[in-house]
């Protein structure tokens, strides 16, 4: 869990100038969220200001946003709102996309059927897909796949349009990268590659570098606003 600074005192004066301005439009954003909801004030107010992310937005002179944004791994995604993508994202739970939901959660959500992609540990709704992604997921659910089907799916560029709340849709999609890893820890890194994570499907060795690192290029998961 990050922390954005250790205490006020240690601030610089010119966030600390803020501090008031900052305690009392954390207060009311919040509460505009919560209301009286004793549940949701436990999810969504943090009690130490060191460890939120909206407080540290707003000392440091930026305004609220009108909704709260996605998250990424629980913390607020302002990056994925405020600057221009595509986005590289790693955790998506594809899984259970489709598959029946508990009697609980399905009277909550208003579905019998889950209806989210899980980005980063936050629900997206799905507004549609393509032919690619539908086999992906049948390919998923049916269960007995090897790296080769992986790699040929992710080939095949699946792609899904997804929402978070009223932000704008966003296209989920398969884009080649690069990354730089020292060459001590490539059998660790390639160990990744199985059926467990569609993200390091197709990968290969780009060249080996002079500082003894190795670039690599792999498929990877990108988010960006659809125009």
């Known amino acids: 869990m990050p922390t954005f600074f250790q205490n006020k005192d240690l601030l610089p004066p010119e966030l600390l100038a803020r501090w008031d301005h900052a305690v009392a439009e954390y207060d009311r954003v919040l509460q505009g969220i919560c209301g009286d909801s004793e549940a949701k004030k436990l999810f969504f107010y943090n009690a130490l200001r060191e460890k939120s992310a909206l407080f540290w937005r707003l000392l440091n002179g930026k305004d609220p946003l009108p909704m709260p944004p996605p998250t990424r791994y629980s913390y607020p995604w302002y990056e994925i709102i405020e600057t221009p993508g595509p986005h590289r994202v790693g955790d998506i739970g594809f899984h259970a996309y489709g598959k029946p939901l508990g009697q609980q959660l399905a009277e909550i959500r208003g579905t019998d059927r889950e209806d989210r992609l899980f980005i980063e540990q936050c629900g997206w709704a799905v507004l549609s897909r393509n032919a690619a992604a539908q086999e992906m997921l049948e390919t ?13 799916l992710m080939a095949a560029g699946p792609e899904w349009v997804v929402q978070y709340g009223k932000w704008p849709a966003y296209r989920l999609f398969v884009q080649r990268y690069r990354r730089q890893i020292l060459s001590r820890f ?17 990968t290969v060795m780009i060249c080996e570098q002079d500082d003894g690192g190795i670039e690599l290029e792999s498929d990877g998961w990108f988010l960006e606003k659809q125009e």
């Open 140 to 152: 998923l659910h049916g269960g007995a796949f090897t790296l080769e089907d992986q790699d040929r």
């Open 186 to 202: 490539l059998e660790d890194t390639l160990k990744l590659v199985d059926k467990s994570s569609w993200a390091w499907t197709n």
